[in-house]
């Protein structure tokens, strides 16, 4: 099974300012990463497939990168509405598929 | 517009069962894949399976067998998920996640709004 491991835990940034999301795969994945945002209350929503190909309707303030075992998603200037757990999931190997433990984004 | 609706919250005791629907509409119900997941109360995601639609052969994680398991009716576009033997760590929001491919690469778009399963005498 392929564990995910996502940092931090929780990320407090400044409106405008940027956040740095990282997940670590314990074993080479390639690409086949997808990110999703889960606001409070929410059913999660898919922002990124492939490491880095946005999903229709993701702002462009969304990016993810990576390779491999590393990978990013970026904020490049957070909004009051990104207030959200973001986690990370493979898909290269499976089953199971797998998901980070996520990142929960706060304002500062 | 693609949905995924599910039925409503549960309340079992310990050792009943539940069952949970997932009726889609919006596309053609078995031409994607339906996933299942859950996540326990201030905890993350963990994957249950998948069905595929048009076969309806299940594919279960590990952790899942046994007590989980999948069916559809595709006349009416629904899929179903059924715990026997339920435990007080069943307790959780099961979500259905509609597994969209494009080659090698897939993703879970949309998800139903969860159904919550409280497992408590």
């Known amino acids: 099974e392929i564990v995910m491991t996502q940092s931090p835990a929780t990320l407090s940034v400044s409106p405008g300012e940027r956040a740095t999301l990282s997940c670590r795969a314990s074993?080479?994945?390639?690409?086949?990463l997808a990110w999703y945002q889960q606001k409070p209350g929410q059913a999660p929503r898919v922002l990124i497939y492939?490491?880095?190909t946005r999903a229709t309707g993701i702002p462009a303030r969304f990016s993810g990168s990576g390779s491999g075992t590393d990978f990013t998603l970026t904020i490049s200037s957070l909004q009051s509405e990104d207030v959200a757990v973001y986690y990370c999931?493979?898909?290269?190997?499976?089953?199971?598929?797998?998901f980070g433990g996520g990142t929960k984004v706060e304002l500062k | 517009q693609v949905q995924l609706v599910q039925s409503g919250s549960e309340l079992r005791e310990p050792g009943a069962s539940v069952k949970v629907s997932c009726k889609a509409s919006?596309?053609?119900?078995?031409?994607?894949?339906m996933n299942w997941l859950r996540q326990a109360p201030g905890q993350g995601l963990e994957w249950i399976g998948w069905?595929?639609?048009?076969?309806?052969?299940?594919t279960y994680a590990q952790s899942f067998m046994g007590r989980f398991v999948f069916s559809l009716d595709t006349a009416v576009s629904t899929a179903h998920l059924q715990i026997s033997r339920l435990e007080a760590e069943d307790t959780a929001v099961y979500y259905c996640?509609?597994?969209?491919?494009?080659?090698?690469?897939?993703?879970?778009?949309?998800w139903g709004q969860g159904t919550l399963v409280t497992v408590s005498s």
């Open positions: 996640a509609r597994k969209v491919r494009v080659g090698d690469v897939n993703w879970f778009d949309p």
């Open positions: 919006g596309y053609t119900f078995t031409s994607y894949g």
């Open positions: 069905i595929n639609t048009h076969t309806g052969n299940p």
């Open positions: 074993q080479s994945i390639g690409i086949s």
């Open positions: 492939g490491a880095s």
């Open positions: 999931q493979q898909y290269n190997i499976w089953p199971p598929l797998t």
